[in-house]
T-cell receptor, first 116, second 116 residues
Framework: DVKVTQSSRYLVKRTGEKVFLECVQD?????MFWYRQDPGLGLRLIYF???????EKGDIPEGYSVSREKKERFSLILESASTNQTSMYLC???????????????FGPGTRLTVT | AQKVTQAQTEISVVEKEDVTLDCVYE???????LFWYKQPPSGELVFLIR??????QNEISGRYSWNFQKSTSSFNFTITASQVVDSAVYFC?????????????FGQGTTLQVKP
């Protein structure tokens, strides 16, 4: 069974703290993604990675950074958390675009982050 | 520019009613994929279906059916005889092309509430 896991389901942090959200997949996928989900806005891509140590900005990268040191792990970092980063964060992974299951993304359960 | 629009923000039906969720997309690509995902209250997005742009055959899977019409750029999703367990947020998505990164463009989501 394919699996994407996220380190926490719920997280409460204070303004200014550095926050790490971890995502691990066991499907040997090359591509990994971080989204945030807010009511009425759908899923917005923050960053994605198509290989180890490779990363690209998504639609809303400001205030975030990422790290991918190993193929199975993709970390999202909030350098200095702010209240407007209170949101649901979803991690996903997928095979390369030319693979048989092209573009199908597998999602983790999400982390609901509250910044106070 | 590529875009996915789910005009219905929320839909409420009574159990056993049929319901159709609309999805309209914009793309200039000739090759693309369309997806539907379900997000139950637990939070994890679950893959439902993928269609490629060359296959306009409608698909049925149990109580679920999908109507893909390139002429109107629509990929609508119908649930027949809805059940309470169908209550969820449903997302339509479009593959971003050309891309080797497997990025998806998501609609804003439609919240479906099925009342007993």
């Amino acid at each position: 069974d394919v699996k994407v896991t996220q380190s926490s389901r719920y997280l409460v942090k204070r303004t200014g703290e550095k926050v790490f959200l971890e995502c691990v997949q066991d499907m040997d996928h090359e591509n990994m993604f971080w989204y945030r989900q807010d009511p009425g806005l759908g899923l917005r891509l923050i960053y994605f990675s198509y290989d180890v140590k490779m990363k690209e900005k998504g639609d809303i990268p400001e205030g975030y950074s990422v790290s991918r040191e190993k193929k199975e792990r993709f970390s999202l970092i909030l350098e200095s958390a702010s209240t407007n980063q209170t949101s649901m964060y979803l991690c996903a992974s997928s095979s390369p675009a030319l693979a048989r299951s092209s573009y199908e993304q597998y999602f983790g359960p999400g982390t609901r982050l509250t910044v106070t | 520019a590529q875009k996915v629009t789910q005009a219905q923000t929320e839909i409420s039906v009574v159990e056993k009613e049929d319901v159709t969720l609309d999805c309209v997309y914009e793309t200039r690509d000739t090759t693309y994929y369309l997806f539907w995902y379900k997000q139950p209250p637990s939070g994890e997005l679950v893959f439902l279906i993928r269609r490629n742009s060359f296959d306009e055959q409608n698909e049925i899977s149990g109580r679920y059916s999908w109507n893909f019409q390139k002429s109107t750029s629509s990929f609508n999703f119908t649930i027949t005889a809805s059940q309470v367990v169908d209550s969820a947020v449903y997302f339509c998505a479009l593959s971003e092309n050309p891309s080797n990164t497997g990025k998806l463009i998501f609609g804003q989501g439609t919240t479906l509430q099925v009342k007993p």
